[in-house]
């Protein structure tokens, strides 16, 4: 079974934009991937496991916003540094614009 099968939620590629607020600020930044559950980013400086951040995802395709908060569940702090964030206690509404463009990106 590989890694992709064993996910919960379907994970894309997107072109969606995210502003990050934890430890740093990052403004207009490219997502790696993105599912209902969560989503990575490549950055200069990673946050530790643990760490809440505060999320706006920028979907340009759909004219929404979606602002949210989330918890790093993984990071690694060598080239390339990336990390992974889990959503926390999504509302119905950035569940549903999640879904929408998910689903327009799975086609």
Known sequence: ????????????????????????????????NLSLGGLSIHSASVEPVGTRVFLTINFPD????VELEGEVVWSRNRDPREMGIRFVD??????????????????
């Not at 502003?19 to 997502?31: A, N, P, Q, R, S």
């Open 62 to 65: 759909l004219r929404e916003t």
């Open 90 to 107: 999504l509302s119905s509404r950035d569940e549903a614009v999640l879904s929408r463009y998910i689903a327009a990106r799975s086609q």
């Open 1 to 32: 079974m590989n890694e992709e099968s064993k996910r919960e939620n379907v994970r894309i590629q997107t072109d969606a934009l995210l502003d990050y607020t934890g430890t740093e600020v990052l403004l207009f930044h490219k997502i790696e």
